[in-house]
C-alpha cells in the first residue's frame, strides 16, 4: 500500500519538478533531498504558531448568530459587548477592537507618541521593534530606542533609564515605554510582577507612560495563576490578542482609559481599521474570553512535555532549557556550525524511506519555524494534543539521529 504511496507521490514531484511549482507541504522542491511523496495517512502537526488554530464549532455557531450593526457608528452590539467585557477582564475603563494585534501595538504607540520626533523606549528582542515594520516611523515620525533584552523578556531597569531622553534640544523625545508579556522571541516568558511592579514605580517618577504588548497576556495570567488585571496594575495601556492561544480566528483588543481609546478610535479609523459588521467576528472573541482562557494550562502542559522529551533525547547539538519553559512557545538552540535551523526544519517537513521504516511507518509532518539561524520557535495551540506531541518527538528523535 505504502509503495503506491510513493508512486504518487514521485508523480507528483516529477510533475512539479517540471512545472517548478511547490509541492504538497514543501515550500520549494529543491529543498528536497530525497525520496517523497504525499500520502492520506500524514499526520500533520503544526507548531509554526498559535495563530494558526481553526475557529471552534461554538465560535461558529456565535457567528452565525451574532446581531452586527455598523461599528464605524459604534452601532454594533456585539462589539460594543465584547468591548465592556474584555475592558472589565483587563480592569481598564475602555476597550476598542481592532484587526490584528501589530494595528493595536501601533495605533497605542501612536496615542501615547502623538508628535512627530517623539521617541519609544522598548526591548530589543520586542515584537513591536523586530516584526511591526517599525510602523511607529513609518506612519508617526516617531524613533524606537531599545534597550537589552534579557533572555527573561525583561530588561535592566537600570539601563533601561539611561536610555530615556533629557529636555536637551538636540534629541528626540522619549514619551512611552514599552514591554511584551508573555515574550514570544524569549520563548513565551512571562514578566515577573516584581519586576513590573518597579517598572510601574519608575514610570510614574519620571512621569511616562506604558504599554503592554500582552498578545499573549492571558498565558502569562494562566501562568501566574493571577487575573489579568493584576499583571497591567498601573499600565497606561494594553493590546491583547484573541487570535492566538484564545483561538479566534481574528481580532485583538487595545484597552486604556476613556480619553485614550477616543483618540485611539480615530486612529483606527486613519488606518482603514473600521471594521463595519464586525460583530461578526467580535462575536467569537467573546466565544475566546469565555471559554479558552482556562484551557491555555493545556497548552503549556503540552509545551512542558515537548521541552522536556527534546531535552530527554540529549543529543549534543540541540539545546533545550527545561526550566525556562513557562508557557506555549519552546524556542531552542542549535549549534549553528552542524545544524541550520532552516534545513532542520525542512528535514521535520519531509519523509523519506529510512525515516519511514523508523517511525513503524507513520508519515509524521512536524512544522517548526526556524527563528533564527540557530534558534528554532514550536508553538502549542488548542488542536495540539498529548498524542501528537509524542508522535513529534518520536520525529524529531529520527530526525537529530541524522545529525549524529
Ligand atoms: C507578541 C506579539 N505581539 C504582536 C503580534 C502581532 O499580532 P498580529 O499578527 O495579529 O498582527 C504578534 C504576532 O504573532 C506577537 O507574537
Redesign the pocket.
Known amino acids: 500500500m505504502l509503495r503506491g504511496f510513493f508512486r504518487a507521490g514521485q508523480q507528483v514531484l516529477q510533475t512539479a519538478k517540471q512545472r517548478k511549482f511547490k509541492v504538497g507541504r514543501f515550500y520549494s522542491y529543491s529543498s528536497v533531498t530525497s525520496r517523497v511523496y504525499n500520502s492520506s495517512d500524514m499526520i500533520d502537526i503544526d507548531f509554526r504558531?498559535d495563530?494558526v488554530t481553526k475557529p471552534t464549532d461554538a465560535m461558529r455557531q456565535a457567528m452565525a448568530s451574532a446581531v452586527v450593526g455598523d461599528d464605524v457608528y459604534e452601532e454594533d452590539p456585539t462589539v460594543q459587548k465584547l468591548e465592556r467585557k474584555s475592558a472589565e477582564m483587563i480592569g481598564m475603563e475602555a476597550a476598542l477592537y481592532v484587526p490584528?494585534?501589530?494595528?493595536s501595538?501601533l495605533i497605542a504607540a501612536l496615542t501615547h507618541c502623538n508628535q512627530r520626533g517623539c521617541e519609544m523606549i522598548t526591548g530589543d528582542k520586542t515584537?513591536m521593534f523586530l516584526?511591526e515594520q517599525a510602523g511607529v516611523c513609518q506612519f508617526g515620525g516617531v524613533s524606537i530606542n531599545t534597550v537589552k533584552n534579557l533572555p527573561d523578556g525583561t530588561f535592566d531597569l537600570a539601563e533601561m533609564q539611561k536610555h530615556i531622553r533629557s529636555r536637551d534640544l538636540h534629541e528626540p523625545t522619549t514619551a512611552l515605554i514599552c514591554v511584551?508579556n508573555t515574550h514570544?522571541k524569549c520563548g513565551g516568558r512571562v514578566l515577573p510582577l516584581s519586576w513590573l511592579d518597579e517598572l510601574v514605580e519608575i514610570s510614574k517618577k519620571r512621569n511616562l507612560p506604558l504599554h503592554m504588548?500582552g498578545?499573549?497576556i492571558y498565558n502569562a495570567a494562566v501562568y501566574l495563576g493571577v487575573p489579568a488585571k493584576r499583571i497591567v496594575r498601573g499600565f497606561s495601556s494594553v493590546s491583547v490578542?484573541l487570535?492566538?492561544g484564545l483561538g479566534a480566528p481574528v481580532g485583538?483588543i487595545l484597552h486604556g482609559p476613556k480619553e485614550f481609546i477616543a483618540r485611539a478610535r480615530r486612529l483606527r479609523k486613519a488606518l482603514g481599521g473600521g471594521m463595519r459588521q464586525c460583530g461578526i467576528i467580535a462575536a467569537a472573541g467573546i466565544v475566546s474570553l469565555d471559554s479558552m482562557i482556562d484551557r491555555l494550562a493545556v497548552d503549556h502542559a503540552n509545551g512542558l512535555a515537548l521541552a522536556k522529551g527534546i531535552a530527554a533525547l540529549n543529543h549534543p547539538l540541540f539545546k533545550v532549557v527545561v526550566d525556562s519553559m513557562q508557557t506555549n512557545i519552546l524556542v531552542f538552540e542549535v549549534d549553528p556550525k552542524r545544524v541550520d535551523a532552516k534545513e532542520f526544519c525542512a528535514k521535520l517537513q519531509e519523509t523519506t524511506d529510512e525515516q519511514l521504516s523508523a517511525l513503524g511507518g507513520k508519515d509524521i509532518c512536524v512544522k517548526a519555524v526556524p527563528f533564527e539561524a540557530q534558534l528554532i520557535r514550536l508553538v502549542i495551540n488548542h488542536h495540539i494534543t498529548a498524542e501528537m506531541v509524542d508522535l513529534a518527538l518520536q520525529k524529531i528523535a529520527v530526525v537529530m539521529k541524522e545529525y549524529n
Open positions: 504558531s495563530t490584528s494585534g501589530t494595528m501595538n515584537h516584526y511584551e514570544n504588548d498578545a499573549r490578542c487570535s492566538k485583538s
